[in-house]
């Protein structure tokens, strides 16, 4: 459970703390805008993701947690139990789908076809919230098709609000300052 109250905005400087609170109202979800968490690891995208997640549940609507690799699994999995549609109704209902880690590694051609058809159905009609550390311009590797790319980030980013947190990794600098503080033996 990570809250946003527990997130140290002074870690990363770039990250803009008022367009995070102002999206903690959700007042996104309800326009059916989409968020991007883009940046390195260790810096927070999880944990943002989790906390606009949490704002969310506390305002009573239906949000769904998963991570890319892990919904294509079961996307797939639903294909080959001739039960997919009832899985895509049921990802189309949540008011909010958060994906994290897309990018980390490459989809097969139907994973990535069933990945493009979850965007294309949530498309102005529900919010995602996306993490990756994958600059759009790399988006074509994990999608291996351009045409699939463009599509897709064509849905994803027409209303879309982008966190840049770039910055140094909260778990490398929390590990250095632990080492720092430990007495030489
Ligand atoms: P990412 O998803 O970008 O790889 P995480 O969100 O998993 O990074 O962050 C790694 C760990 O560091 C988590 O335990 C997270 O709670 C913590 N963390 C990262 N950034 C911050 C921050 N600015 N304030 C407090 N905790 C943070
Ligand atoms: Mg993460």
Redesign the pocket.
């Known amino acids: 459970m990570?809250s946003l109250d527990?997130?140290?905005?002074k870690?990363?400087p770039k990250l803009n703390k008022t367009l995070v609170q102002d999206l903690a109202r959700c007042e996104y979800i309800g326009r059916r805008e989409n968020i991007i968490a883009l940046?390195?690891?260790?810096?927070?995208?999880?944990?943002?993701a989790l906390g606009l997640g949490l704002a969310a549940c506390q305002r009573g609507l239906a949000v769904g947690f998963t991570t890319a690799a892990a919904l294509v699994h079961e996307l797939m999995e639903a294909l080959d139990e001739k039960r997919l549609l009832r899985l895509q109704r049921q990802i189309a209902n949540l008011k909010l789908l958060i994906i994290?880690?897309l990018g980390f590694v490459p989809l097969s051609k139907t994973g990535a076809e069933l990945l493009f058809e979850v965007f294309s159905q949530r498309y102005e009609r529900g919010a995602t919230i996306v993490?990756t550390n994958l600059p759009f311009d790399e988006w074509t590797e994990v999608f291996a098709s351009e045409r699939l790319t463009g599509a897709l980030l064509d849905r994803l980013t027409h209303h879309v609000h982008i966190l840049e947190?770039n910055g140094e990794?909260?778990?490398l600098s929390?590990a250095k300052k632990r080492r720092a503080e430990k007495p030489a033996s």
């Not at 527990?6 to 905005?9: A, E, I, K």
Request: aromatic share 12%; glycine share 12%; hydrophobic share 25%.
């Open positions: 990570k527990t997130f140290d905005f870690a990363i940046g390195p690891s260790g810096t927070g995208k999880t944990h943002i994290d880690e993490t947190m990794s909260y778990r929390e």
